[in-house]
């Protein structure tokens, strides 16, 4: 039989890949989130360069704020891309931090087993959200705030069970401490953290065969299964990688803090999502870059210190983000628009 | 004559109380261009999920390179060569030219954990293969496929498919929501996969287009041949006609015609 056979010589030397340089920088998907966050820097530092937002305090302060958000909207905006939400990822910083406590504080035992039984529980919630919604097919917005809850409740009465309290301390020690709760001079060490994550994150989507999946599966399912994509597995590996990411999160938090807390990162449900699409992720999935997403956590990390520097109330925050996210939103819409030809 | 790449023989396909398709035969051969026509219903669909292992028949055989098969699912399909090209789904918008062309049979280099995606070599397969297909204005290998044109987009899809070992090729209506340019695009495109040795099967409402590029024509009606001849055996006329009135071209005919037409 004729075995049809592709080109493989040719002069492909001569084509020409690139355009003009201006015009894919403002293609990238990063472009909008870079813009935010310098327009946001500049507005801050003028206003509020005087009162130390400029300062390596400040500095450092925006930064780790930034960056703890930055570890779990990484992998958040990853998931968004292959066009799922994770919900119960505030839950599962906040379960993170019970474990974290309870096996540090109330049982002393070394942080390492809190470190591993955290990042059990992350991959079994990851696991059971990404199966529940690839097998059902059920929108992965309501069936992960259902896990929320269940992770929430489930979690205080555990803690009660166990120890009879749901507020508990947590005690850092050893490596773990220096790994999960350090600063140097100012800095904490959850900056590292960030970058790593990111760097990781950028890499697959850039540089691997997986990456090219994920963003076929959020621009259209079907044609990506027409493909041969595996769009249940892509998917059931990002719900877990969104957990882990949650879990990182939560020990660096808890570590740093000494305390546990159901309630902790239960803001991410919003910030994470939020730095993505500031970032410039489509909220319909299929487009986006995690260089984006950090500009999108950088965006709220000065926005929120910038407010609290200028002493105005910790309200204006969400006013801000609120208002920018608004803003990133259309402006994806637009570029979605434009992309697909009906600008 | 050369031998036929899958031959449908006596196929019939019934759904609860519906005969979809009844008691067809047809061949596809490599290098020629397979025109099927019918109205909406005539079972055109169906015969394309035959083909492409969507669906199974309930009588007559589906035969590739002269021996009988049976498709368990469209990947079984397509490892016998056999490719549809969706008009809607057939590209992503959102993604680069490069990335879209090797979606799920990405190149890469290096070994174990350093093995990588080659964005380089899937820029260069996409860019030389739309070139080859006659299409010279796309440059750029991170150009975003929803910028490019309709004729574009089809020639990504088909480029793809032919790339990664299409001996059949399964177009249905490539020219439906295209301009009159974007259209003569796809026919050129068809006319040089044909050049190529690749079979087509060209579903289409389009007398023109189907004229303008097809060799072999068969015209369905209610799951039932209406008609089947070999380019030039009918003019345009002809064919419109048959296309457009086929149910009051037949009862306007005597026996004798009837029996010209339905052979």
């Known amino acids: 039989m004729a075995k049809l056979k592709g080109p493989q010589n040719a002069s492909a030397g001569t084509i020409s890949r690139r355009s003009n340089p201006l ?23 003028i206003m509020a360069g005087g009162n130390g937002f400029l300062s390596p305090l400040g500095v450092a302060n925006w930064l780790a704020t930034a960056s703890e958000l930055g570890i779990v909207a990484a992998p958040i905006g990853l998931l968004m891309i292959a066009g799922e939400f994770d919900l119960s990822i505030g839950s599962v910083v906040g379960g993170t931090s019970m474990i974290v406590a309870i096996c540090t504080g ?11 039984v955290s990042a059990l529980f992350a991959t079994l919630v990851g696991l059971a959200n990404g199966l529940i919604v690839t097998r059902t097919k059920l929108p992965s917005f309501i069936v992960t705030l259902a896990t929320m809850m269940m992770i929430t409740g489930g979690m205080l009465g555990l803690s009660i069970l166990l120890t009879g309290s749901t507020s508990l301390s947590a005690t850092p020690s050893g490596l773990a401490e220096w790994v999960f709760a350090s600063n140097y001079q100012q800095f904490h060490v959850s900056i590292v953290h960030w970058i790593l994550v990111t760097a990781l994150a950028s890499y697959v989507m850039q540089n ?16 990506a299964r027409l493909a041969g994509v595996p769009v249940e597995r892509v998917k059931v590996i990002l719900f877990v990688c969104a957990s882990l990411g949650g879990a990182l999160a939560g020990v660096i938090e808890t570590l740093s803090f000494k305390n546990g807390n159901i309630t902790l990162g239960s803001q991410y449900v919003f910030t994470g999502i939020a730095a993505a699409v500031i970032g410039g992720v489509l909220l319909t999935g299929g487009y986006g870059s995690p260089i984006g997403i950090i500009f999108g956590a950088l965006t709220y990390g000065i926005v929120s210190l910038g407010v609290f520097f200028l002493g105005w109330n910790a309200d204006m925050t969400e006013l801000f983000i609120g208002l920018l996210l608004l803003l990133a939103v259309l402006a994806n819409h637009r570029l979605r628009e434009w992309a697909m030809g009906r600008a | 004559m050369t031998e036929p790449i899958i031959e449908l023989r006596n196929v019939t396909k019934r759904f609860v109380g519906v005969t979809a398709v009844a008691n067809l035969s047809l061949a596809l051969r490599p290098g020629e261009v397979f025109c099927l026509l019918g109205e909406n219903g005539a079972g055109k669909s169906t015969l394309i999920k035959l083909l492409t292992g969507v669906e199974a028949p309930s009588e007559g055989e589906i035969l590739v390179d002269g021996r009988t098969v049976h498709f368990r699912s469209p990947r079984a399909a397509r490892e016998y060569g056999i490719a549809t090209v969706y008009q809607e789904v057939g590209t992503l918008p959102l993604m680069s030219v490069a990335r879209n062309f090797v979606l799920g049979a990405e190149p890469t280099t290096g070994r174990g954990l350093f093995r990588r995606f080659d964005k380089e070599k899937a820029a260069t397969l996409a860019l030389q293969t739309l070139r080859e297909l006659g299409i010279s204005r796309v440059a750029d290998g991170d150009q975003l496929v929803g910028t490019l044109s309709g004729g574009e987009r089809q020639a990504l899809a088909i480029g793809r498919a032919v790339h990664f070992g299409a001996r059949l090729l399964v177009l249905d209506e490539p020219t439906a929501a295209l301009g009159v340019r974007e259209s003569a695009t796809v026919l050129r495109l068809i006319e040089k996969v044909r050049t190529r040795g690749v079979a087509v099967l060209f579903i289409t409402h389009n007398a023109y287009h189907a004229y303008a590029a097809g060799d072999r024509f068969m ?14 055996e009918k003019s345009i006329g002809e064919v419109i006609e048959l296309m457009a009135g086929g149910a009051e071209l037949q009862s306007l005919l005597t026996a004798g015609e009837a029996g010209v037409v339905g052979t």
Request: with cysteine; aromatic share 16%.
């Open chain 1, 23 to 45: 015009t894919s920088l403002l293609r990238r998907p990063e472009a909008g989130g870079a813009l935010a966050a310098l327009l946001c820097f500049a507005f801050f530092a």
């Open chain 1, 208 to 223: 691997t065969v997986f990456g090219n999946w994920v963003y076929a599966t959020g621009g259209n399912a079907q044609t």
């Open chain 2, 219 to 232: 015209v369905l009606r209610r799951g039932e041949m209406l008609a089947s001849f070999d380019k030039g």
């Open chain 1, 106 to 116: 109330y049982y002393e035992v070394s942080p390492w087993i809190g470190v591993a």
